[in-house]
């Protein structure tokens, strides 16, 4: 946590700051860092306000502490009226202040719509239903990356899964090793190379890596056989975490 002043310090940077002495002077009188200063400001609400140029204990001053929370919450995700009701208890506080003052309705909208923007961004979460949805276009002989895609889940989303949930890995093994007939011979997508390239990179098992990417593993080992650079090149996956001799 940043540290806090001891409340005599704090009392006289205070006093200092109320009549316009500049932080580094009010800091070196008292013989303070002001590094210190900052870093207790970062939780003293009423600190940056006199670093500011504002009286804390001015009624101005409860009006920007409101706001600037209000603001917070909502870059935080939370929605006008849970921001309301977590500050205000449900009141309109916030409404006023909108009608009031525009700047205030114009720095809401623009943190709601980054705020918004974010989510859209963020990749949607790997709940029950679509872990699922996975398994079953898993045994129905879909690509990981294809079946991921069709639950809305990146590849990413999938093997990250793995990595942190035996129970998980074991139910995509399960469903990879028992689904129907993957894609024939030579018909094998860029996008299944390169999740059976990532399963490899993980687990180190040519077959396994294989089905779990939608491929037969005759192709794997045919292309083993016709391509030096892809043998090469899956050798070093399939061995680079094991010790050397």
């Given at each position: 946590m940043p540290d806090k002043l001891p409340a005599r310090t704090r009392s006289a940077v205070l006093a200092r700051l109320r009549t316009g002495e500049a932080v580094q002077a009010a800091a070196e009188e008292l013989g303070v860092p002001v590094r210190e200063v900052f870093r207790a400001a970062r939780t003293d609400a009423g600190l940056a306000l006199a670093l500011a140029g504002v009286d804390p204990d001015s009624v101005e001053a409860v009006g920007i502490v409101g706001r600037a929370d209000y603001l917070r919450l909502l870059a935080l995700g939370a929605s006008a009226s849970l921001a309301s009701q977590i500050l205000f208890d449900g009141g309109g506080q916030a409404n006023t202040w909108r009608s009031d003052q525009p700047a205030f309705a114009a720095a809401c909208d623009?943190?709601?719509?980054?705020?918004?923007?974010?989510?859209?961004?963020?990749?949607?979460?790997?709940?029950?239903?679509?872990?699922?949805?996975?398994?079953?276009?898993?045994?129905?002989?879909?690509?990981?990356?294809?079946?991921?895609?069709?639950?809305?889940?990146?590849?990413?989303?999938?093997?990250?899964?793995?990595?942190?949930?035996?129970?998980?890995?074991?139910?995509?093994?399960?469903?990879?090793?028992?689904?129907?007939?993957?894609?024939?011979?030579?018909?094998?997508?860029?996008?299944?190379?390169?999740?059976?390239?990532?399963?490899?990179?993980?687990?180190?098992?040519?077959?396994?890596?294989?089905?779990?990417?939608?491929?037969?593993?005759?192709?794997?080992?045919?292309?083993?056989?016709?391509?030096?650079?892809?043998?090469?090149?899956?050798?070093?996956?399939?061995?680079?975490?094991?010790?050397?001799?």
């Open positions: 623009a943190v709601t719509d980054a705020t918004v923007k974010r989510a859209e961004r963020r990749p949607s979460r790997f709940t029950p239903e679509r872990r699922r949805q996975f398994l079953e276009h898993l045994r129905a002989g879909m690509a990981t990356t294809k079946a991921a895609a069709e639950v809305g889940i990146t590849n990413a989303a999938v093997y990250q899964r793995r990595r942190r949930d035996p129970g998980f890995a074991a139910a995509m093994d399960r469903a990879t090793a028992t689904r129907s007939t993957p894609e024939p011979v030579g018909a094998a997508t860029d996008a299944q190379w390169t999740a059976f390239y990532e399963h490899l990179a993980v687990h180190g098992v040519l077959r396994q890596a294989a089905l779990a990417a939608g491929l037969r593993p005759e192709t794997v080992y045919d292309r083993r056989r016709s391509d030096t650079d892809f043998a090469k090149q899956t050798d070093h996956l399939r061995l680079r975490d094991e010790p050397t001799p």
